[in-house]
C-alpha cells in the first residue's frame, strides 16, 4: 500500500487534497458549455473511435455522419498522451450552442455521441471518450499530475463546469467518478486514505 500511495501521489496534485465550496454544473442547464472548441485526442484515441465507428455513427448528428470528417488533420506534440501526439475533433457552427460552434460529438441535449453510444452497446460510458474529456475540467500540471484551476478563476468562468456550493465538499468528492475511472478503484482508495490523514493533520493543529 505504501507504494501505491506513492504513484498515487506521482499522479495526483496536492491541490485535489483540499476541501472547496465547488460542486459540478447541472447538464440540463449547461448543455455541455465545455464542448464549444472541440478537444484534442491522443491518435491512438482516434483510432479506436474510428474502428468503432459503426457503432458510433447512429448517435451523431445528422449533418456529421461522415467519419472522416471527425477529426481535422493537423497534429501536434503533448508529452502526457499515450503516443505523444494528439489530433483535434472537428468543430461545426452550432446555432444552439451558447458559444455558437461544437465539437462534432456533440449533441443539442448537451450530452456527447461518444457517450450515448457506448451506453447504448453495453459499454462503459467513458468507453470512447477522449482521456481529455474525462478529465475536464479538472487538468495536468507541468509535472502531468491531476489538478484543478483556483476555485475563484473556474466559478466566475462562463460555462464552467464546477459552480459555487453552499459548505466545503472534498475535492475527491467532487470529481469521485473522474479519480475512480483514472486511478482504479484501488488507487482511489489509496488516494481516499491520503486526504483523509492531511485532514486529520490540519484538524489537529486548530
Request: hydrophobic content about 35%; charged content about 30%; glycine content about 8%.
Amino acid at each position: 500500500m505504501t507504494y501505491l500511495k506513492n504513484k498515487i501521489t506521482d499522479r495526483v496534485n496536492p491541490r485535489m487534497f483540499r476541501s472547496e465550496r465547488l460542486q459540478r454544473c447541472r447538464l440540463s442547464e449547461c448543455r455541455g458549455d465545455c464542448c464549444i472548441f472541440g478537444v484534442w485526442v491522443d491518435l491512438r484515441e482516434m483510432e479506436d473511435i474510428m474502428q468503432n465507428a459503426a457503432l458510433i455513427l447512429p448517435y451523431m448528428p445528422e449533418d456529421c455522419q461522415n467519419p472522416g470528417e471527425w477529426f481535422v488533420g493537423v497534429e501536434d506534440n503533448d508529452p502526457h498522451s499515450p503516443t505523444g501526439r494528439v489530433i483535434h475533433t472537428g468543430v461545426e457552427n452550432r446555432l444552439d450552442h451558447s458559444g455558437g460552434t461544437a465539437c462534432v460529438f456533440w449533441l443539442p441535449d448537451g450530452k456527447c455521441a461518444l457517450q450515448v453510444a457506448a451506453g447504448a452497446n453495453g459499454l462503459h460510458p467513458w468507453r470512447f471518450k477522449p482521456f481529455y474529456c474525462i478529465l475536464h475540467p479538472l487538468d495536468l500540471d507541468e509535472q502531468g499530475r491531476i489538478t484543478l484551476d483556483e476555485a475563484e478563476e473556474m466559478v466566475h468562468t462562463t460555462g464552467s463546469c464546477v459552480i459555487p456550493a453552499e459548505r466545503p465538499i472534498p475535492l475527491i468528492e467532487t470529481f469521485e467518478p473522474e479519480f475512480r475511472y483514472l486511478l482504479g478503484e484501488k488507487g482511489f482508495e489509496a488516494l481516499k486514505e491520503i486526504v483523509d490523514k492531511c485532514n486529520d493533520e490540519t484538524n489537529s493543529k486548530e
